[in-house]
């Protein structure tokens, strides 16, 4: 059988104590798995890539209370290491005090959270009460191990006009200013993520171009020079009708095989690409039964996703499940996969 170049492989082993509502992994349930799970699911899938490496989580960074050990074994069970991401688990934060500086002492230096407004807003989207305090707590944490805390920032037309509460804490926190202070800047960033997993169930309340005005001046300069863009019609995409009759023309399909993918194993041992939410129309198969039949299936596209975005025209979805009236802005890569997802899921 053909190798992959390198394929990483993510293991939900403990999932993720929160529940947002713009989630695009999805809610399922944690996971429990062991320290031989995970060596189990390395033996098991090393042999299809020439190169390998494997972590702990693909969804709350860190969940494991014995997340340095993972992060050691994962370490010696990898080919490669890629260094840890600028994401963290807030939850842990405030909870364990050896956590930030461990994050510092693996090389971060900057650290995202996300915000949906103020106190109410944000519990609500994270899905737990007192989440938001966690939240402004851990980016004091960070501050004292001077890493920069960056916010990212998911807005829908329920939320966007309390940014200006966002605006207000960056001054009262002194974030530019204690950032500057040990040579760091302090980011941020406002978007509307994708429509997949949990955030799909907020469609209706997906933002239009006139939701733009409501993002304050200091937060959408903050999302040009983040994104390096002009507008903000380049961040937040194109009308949803604008798409579907662009795709209404467009007869060619899309082939997600990667020759370098990332595999995510859920807590049941089913597998899934790294493409949208890990969910029964991208199932690879299940590591217990080898995993020959979960690399076949991926180079064979043999998940009912896989198969229709390689062998249906993107016309054919469009024209089934596309609004041609909606004023919806979506970037167009995500709107393909929202469209794939559909097309999956009804016909
Ligand atoms: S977005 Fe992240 S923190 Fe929120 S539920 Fe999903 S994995 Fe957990």
Request: include cysteine; charge should be negative; proline fraction near 3%.
């Amino acid at each position: 059988m053909k190798k992959f170049d390198k394929l990483t492989v993510c293991l939900d082993m403990r999932g993720c104590p929160n529940r947002c509502r713009h989630c695009w992994l999805g809610d399922s349930p944690n996971g429990n798995m062991s320290r031989d799970d995970l060596v189990f699911a390395a033996d098991t899938l090393r042999p299809f890539a020439d190169r390998f490496e494997i972590d702990f989580w693909y969804r709350e960074p860190d969940f494991c209370d014995n997340y340095a050990e993972m992060w050691e074994l994962t370490e010696k069970l990898s080919d490669e290491k890629t260094p840890h991401f600028e994401l963290m688990s807030f939850w842990r934060a405030v909870r364990d005090k050896d956590y930030v500086p461990w994050l510092f002492s693996k090389g971060v230096r900057e650290c995202q959270l996300t915000l949906f407004g103020g106190e109410e807003k944000t519990d609500f989207y994270v899905g737990r009460k007192g989440a938001y305090s966690e939240i402004l707590k851990a980016a004091g944490l960070l501050l004292e191990s001077k890493i920069a805390p960056r916010f990212q920032i998911f807005v829908n037309k329920d939320n966007i006009g309390e940014l200006s509460e966002i605006e207000r804490l960056i001054e009262d926190m002194e974030l530019e200013k204690r950032c500057e202070s040990f040579g760091a800047k302090f980011n941020l960033f406002v978007h509307q993520g994708s429509c997949d997993g949990e955030n799909e169930k907020l469609y209706g309340v997906r933002v239009t171009e006139e939701d733009l005005d409501k993002i304050p001046k200091k937060l959408s300069d903050m999302t040009l020079k983040y994104f390096g863009k002009k507008d903000l019609r380049e961040v937040f995409g194109e009308k949803e009708r604008n798409l579907c009759r662009a795709l209404a023309r467009d007869r060619s399909t899309f082939d997600l095989r990667e020759s370098s993918p990332v595999f995510y194993v859920d807590g049941c041992f089913d597998v899934y690409p790294n493409i949208s939410a890990p969910s029964s129309i991208y199932k690879l198969g299940n590591l217990k039964n080898g995993g020959e039949e979960i690399a076949e299936s991926y180079l064979e596209n043999k998940s009912s996703a896989q198969k229709a975005s390689a062998e249906v025209p993107v016309c054919e979805m469009a024209e089934k499940y596309g609004d041609f009236k909606s004023e919806r802005l979506f970037s167009a890569g995500d709107y393909r996969v929202y469209l794939l997802n559909k097309y999956c899921a009804l016909r």
